[in-house]
């Protein structure tokens, strides 16, 4: 007998809040959880020779949607919807794809994670737009590229051998359009990864606030709850610079600036 999904279960979330994966909420959804829980989740289930989260994954997919947009307006747009594809993953997890096809229930609760997100966020009608789709068409062809230039060619060999149900057409992947989108024939580059959880976190936060300021839009306030501090008001102008030139974090447990850009701070520990 299949167990219902609880509405009342709750996941522990980073910045202390709680959220409800089988009722989400939108005023459950920070900023700040979404980076930090994607930036210390991995891809691949973690068998890449150097690790790659998705937050670094998400930040690589929006600089390539950007670069494959038609005008200025779009790329930026695309960027942003390579940035939040992922999202909903930041409250459910990742579950390999041969494991999620057996569980429609996981595939619906990362879907209505993933609305809320949006939501929260205020950009609902960015899903469903031709940057979104641009988006994921280079969410495809990093994931042929991540697995040329990081699963190890004996372990890329064997996926496109396999030609079982589960291997989401390893068989003809070199021959996926999705994985020609530039210049060409030529497949993607490699692109970067990071062994260092903060960089991916900070690499993500700093791509969002920038997009936000770029396009004008305003994240709505319950989600910037404990972001730089309790309810930073200075976001995204804050955070939206080069990040080369960021002296200091702060601890996002209490808004102390921190010296080497890492909590927890010695005040809360």
């Known amino acids: 007998m299949t167990a219902q999904p609880d509405p009342g279960a709750w996941l522990s979330c980073y910045s202390g809040g709680r959220f409800y994966p089988f009722a989400p909420r939108v005023q459950d959804v920070r900023l700040v959880d979404l980076a930090h829980h994607l930036a210390t989740s991995t891809r691949w289930l973690g068998a890449l020779h150097t690790p790659l989260s998705i937050a670094q994954h998400s930040v690589n997919v929006g600089a390539m949607a950007r670069a494959l947009a038609p005008s200025a307006v779009v790329g930026a747009m695309a960027e942003l919807a390579g940035l939040v594809h992922d999202t909903g993953e930041a409250y459910v997890g990742d579950m390999p794809r041969p494991i999620k096809r057996a569980f429609p229930a996981f ?3 990362e879907n209505r994670a993933l609305a809320v997100v949006l939501e929260a966020l205020g950009i609902a009608e960015l899903r469903g737009s031709s940057a979104w789709a641009l988006a994921l068409q280079c969410d495809r062809a990093l994931l042929a590229t991540e697995a040329r230039d990081n699963l190890g060619p004996r372990s890329f060999a064997d996926h496109q051998a396999d030609d079982h149900p589960g ?28 062994e260092d959880w903060w960089i991916a976190r900070r690499s993500w936060l700093g791509a969002m606030a920038r997009v936000v300021l770029e396009l004008g839009l305003e994240i ?7 972001l730089n501090g309790p309810g930073c008001p200075s976001w995204p102008a804050q955070v939206a610079r080069p990040l080369q030139s960021w002296p200091a974090d702060y601890c996002h447990a ?16």
């Open 107 to 109: 595939v619906l609760a």
């Open 220 to 226: 709505p306030a319950p989600a910037l709850v404990r």
């Open 254 to 269: 209490c808004g102390r600036e921190l010296a080497d850009a890492r909590p927890p701070c010695d005040h809360c520990g």
């Open 167 to 194: 291997s989401a057409g390893w068989v003809t992947l070199l021959d996926d359009p999705d994985w020609s989108l530039v210049n060409g024939d030529d497949h993607p580059a490699p692109l970067p990864t990071t």
